[in-house]
């Protein structure tokens, strides 16, 4: 469980795409500012919004082994060596839950339709898979790439959010442009009153 909020700017340090050996998945390694001795193996931590499992670890980084489910259902299997990666370590009792509640199990793939600058602040427009659309309303909460965001307008597939500078320069978001495609996570709370509400109809 996540909390939206990232600690960390990870760097992709190496991609083992094998199918056979020790292991048939992806390995992934990244580097980052966490004290490694403090992550144990089998931790998770979101990785621009997707939980992976730690497996092994260095001196300053660590390793993780991506299904291919997740490298099609996210933007993980676009991922290239010296890529930077938004990470949360997972939430524990004594954290703030500062954004709001993050699973790390990616919903899907969004797109960047647009970007402008307003007052200093960011505001992007993205476009949604049609199967999403039902989770995503003004002022609520969405994940973008493992962020914690406010949705501030929504026009059919298509919604809007404001990046202010500190989040911009704090995560991987202020280098998105039209076009980039980012992971989405609907609000687990809208989710479950979905299913619900579908359920009393039947």
Partial sequence: M?????????????????????????????????????IDIGASISHSGACMTVVEKG???YGFDVSDESLSKTTMGAWNVGDRVNLERALT??????GHIVTGHVDAVGTVIARREIAGSL??????????????APKGSITLDGVSLTVNAVEGVEFEV?????TADATTLGKLDAGDQVN?????IARYVARYLANMKT
């Fill in 59 to 61: 001196a300053d980084w």
């Fill in 162 to 166: 404001n990046i202010i500078p500190h």
């Fill in 184 to 188: 989405l996570e609907i609000d687990v």
């Fill in 93 to 98: 009792g004594a954290d703030e839950l500062g």
């Fill in 2 to 38: 996540f909390t939206g909020i990232i600690t960390d700017i990870g760097t992709i340090k190496a991609i083992r795409r094998e199918t056979g050996g020790e292991w048939g998945d992806t390995r992934m390694e990244v580097t980052c500012s966490y004290d490694v001795q403090t």
């Fill in 123 to 136: 505001n992007f427009r993205f476009r949604a898979p049609e199967a999403l659309a039902f989770g995503i």
